[in-house]
């Protein structure tokens, strides 16, 4: 499968803990981006990141979150003391940034996040 | 960025034309505008993009009118497969702008 992969699918974890989830882009995608979704809304932006350079972060990214991109392949977010509200689905996306296409960003599957 | 309107949810039936308008009153000259569509638990699909005039691709179809104030996207004969969420976006053609997401249009395709 050469899709966008997310690690875990599933997270369940109690308030105050840390949580890191995993995002293996599309492998030759240099933007990668991170949203976040609640139940019956579009996705939100939080952050995305050319290579390894994080280039944007919206201001729903607390100082709680905080996103790596080390080597511009895999990029890992971190919740840390998660609270009742950071329970969503946390999408991974990619793309290529080709001159003149569509820039489609490509989706992957989300880790739904639970906090108890 | 451009504010975008779409109908909250439609019905439709097996075999019929869909059709989902999109109002976006501001939007600005370098402004395309893209369709997502997304299943239940899973992440969102690109469908379409267009600048204007219509578009058409194997999945659907795209019409902007000449003041581009409004689009529709269009999917002939629906299946019971094409029950998702349809996202209207506005925004710049550039890779590195995130994607601005509104509420989207539930569509029920029944049998």
């Known amino acids: 499968d050469t899709g966008v992969s997310q690690d875990p699918r599933h997270k369940i974890t109690k308030r105050g803990q840390n949580v890191t989830f995993r995002c293996d882009p599309i492998?030759?995608?240099?933007?990668l981006y991170w949203y976040r979704q609640t139940l019956g809304q579009g996705p939100e932006f939080l952050t995305y990141f050319q290579n390894e350079a994080q280039l944007e972060k919206s201001r729903l990214l607390s100082d709680r979150f905080s996103a790596e991109r080390p080597k511009g392949s895999f990029s890992t977010l971190e919740i840390q003391r998660t609270e009742q509200g950071d329970s969503a689905m946390y999408l991974c996306a990619s793309s290529l940034e080709i001159t003149g296409s569509n820039n489609e960003q490509f989706f992957g599957p989300g880790t739904r996040l639970t906090v108890l | 960025l451009a504010k975008t309107t779409q109908p909250i949810s439609m019905d439709s039936y097996e075999g019929q034309e869909v059709n989902i308008t999109c109002s976006h009153n501001?939007?600005?000259?370098?402004?395309?505008i893209t369709w997502y569509q997304q299943f239940p638990s899973q992440g969102p699909r690109f469908i379409i993009q267009g600048y204007k005039t219509k578009v058409t691709n194997e999945v659907a179809s795209l019409f902007i009118p000449a003041d581009r104030k409004s689009s529709t996207l269009s999917l002939p004969r629906v299946s019971l497969s094409d029950t998702a969420v349809y996202y209207c976006?506005?925004?710049?053609?550039?890779?590195?702008?995130?994607?601005?997401f509104g509420g989207g249009t539930r569509l029920m395709v029944k049998p």
């Open positions: 492998s030759e995608h240099n933007r």
């Open positions: 501001n939007i600005a000259t370098n402004d395309y």
């Open positions: 976006l506005v925004g710049y053609n550039n890779a590195g702008n995130m994607l601005t």
